[in-house]
């Protein structure tokens, strides 16, 4: 399953991916990983999340962030929920469209290994296609 969190710069997407992800922990029976940009909310996440800063492992495309998420997923079998903040900035995406491309991706990723993707996105729910809108949750 991927579910988009969407929203202008600014508008609490990340409050609420966090506050999600803080309340999945309690109930999910596998692993956490939140990627962002930096290390900032580090004590905002339960212990039991794995935070990694995406900046740290010196990604600059589209396909070296996807093998990254291919890359923790061969690493954890257990892994159950992956949050994605900061999206087109972890990803390296310059608009809305690359940003659905690689969210289909996701979509397939999702399907066969079983975990599902929690991502917030800068971007108005109007500025997304039909198949995209169906994954939104949360639209600040």
């Known amino acids: 399953m991927v579910e988009l969190i969407v929203g202008d710069k600014g508008t609490g997407k990340t409050k609420i991916l966090m506050a999600k992800a803080n309340d999945d922990i309690k ?16 004590y905002e996440l339960s212990h039991r999340i794995r935070l990694l800063n995406v900046q740290e492992y010196n990604i600059h495309s589209r396909d070296m962030f996807l093998g990254f998420i291919y890359g923790v997923i ?21 608009n809305v469209e690359e940003a659905e491309e690689l969210i289909n991706e996701l979509i397939k990723i999702s399907e066969k290994s079983e975990i599902d993707f929690i991502i917030s996105l800068t971007a108005k729910k ?3 296609s039909d198949s995209i809108k169906e994954l939104v949750t949360v639209a600040l």
């Open 74 to 94: 061969s690493q954890d079998y257990d892994l159950d929920k992956m949050f994605l903040d900061n999206f087109m900035s972890i990803a390296c995406l310059n």
């Open 126 to 128: 109007d500025d997304l």
């Open 27 to 42: 109930v999910t029976g596998g692993n956490t990983v939140y990627l962002d940009i930096n290390n900032k909310h580090m």
